[in-house]
């Protein structure tokens, strides 16, 4: 039996912050997201906080609208800011005050990368492939029936999928942490997540689970 595991990064939408060409295109995005996050985050906004949140907002072109080039605010109840004559001014004191947050403006992957994509996987040819940060389970029905399957790959007949917990917010929508697909006659009997599992008084972080993972990889199959 042959396992593998590929990191895809989506496979048909990617953050547009993680598109480039170079992993240093997006990298300065990526710090200001998670620190605008980690700072919309706290249960009272500072006067400190609220000159942050502005400076941050411009420097992702959030300025004059919800809509920046990279990143893009959710204001779903409250508003965290209101922008007028004065310009950007942030009006809730506080997480309580507004429902909403921030996500990474998705684009199309290209054709020929994911074609790519598929192309590995079916040299490789993997009896059970672990794929990582995949969007959700259809679009790995689609990859395994639309892409991999025309350019000679034989496909996977059995597609599961483990929702995934990750809070650094790289990749929108939410990705599979995990996903598995099983084939040439062998019935998957079991897959166990580890996203609860807790190390002392905190919960297991994404590289220990995948410690205990494979420890336990008998469990898989």
Not at 38 to 66: C, F, P, Q, R, V
Not at 94 to 110: A, F, H, K, P, Q
Not at 160 to 189: F, K, W, Y
């Amino acid at each position: 039996m042959r396992l593998a595991s590929y990191n895809v990064e989506n496979l048909f939408q990617r953050p547009k912050a993680l598109n480039g060409e170079t992993w240093s295109e997006g990298k300065e995005v990526l710090k200001q997201h998670a620190d605008l996050n980690a700072i919309l985050g706290k249960a009272t906004y500072s006067t400190t906080d609220k000159t942050n949140i502005i400076t941050l907002m411009k420097a992702l072109g959030l300025e004059k609208s919800d809509d920046g080039k990279f990143v893009v605010v959710r204001q779903n109840h409250g508003h965290l800011v209101k922008r007028g004559k004065k310009g950007l001014e942030v009006v809730a004191d506080g997480r309580s005050d507004w429902i909403g947050w921030l996500d990474l403006e998705v684009e199309e992957v290209n054709e020929v990368a994911t074609q790519n994509t598929a192309r590995v996987i079916g040299d490789v040819a993997p009896d059970v492939l672990g794929i990582i940060e995949a969007e959700n389970r259809p679009a790995l029905v689609r990859f395994s029936k639309n892409i991999l399957q025309p350019i000679g790959g034989e496909g996977f007949g059995h597609i599961m999928l483990i929702d995934g917990n990750d809070e650094r917010g790289i990749v929108q929508p939410q990705p599979a942490d995990c996903s598995l697909g099983v084939d040439h006659g062998r019935r998957r009997t079991q897959i166990q997540s580890e996203l609860d599992r807790r190390i002392g008084a905190r919960r297991a972080n994404c590289r220990q689970r995948r410690a205990s993972e494979r420890r336990d990889r008998h469990d898989l199959l």
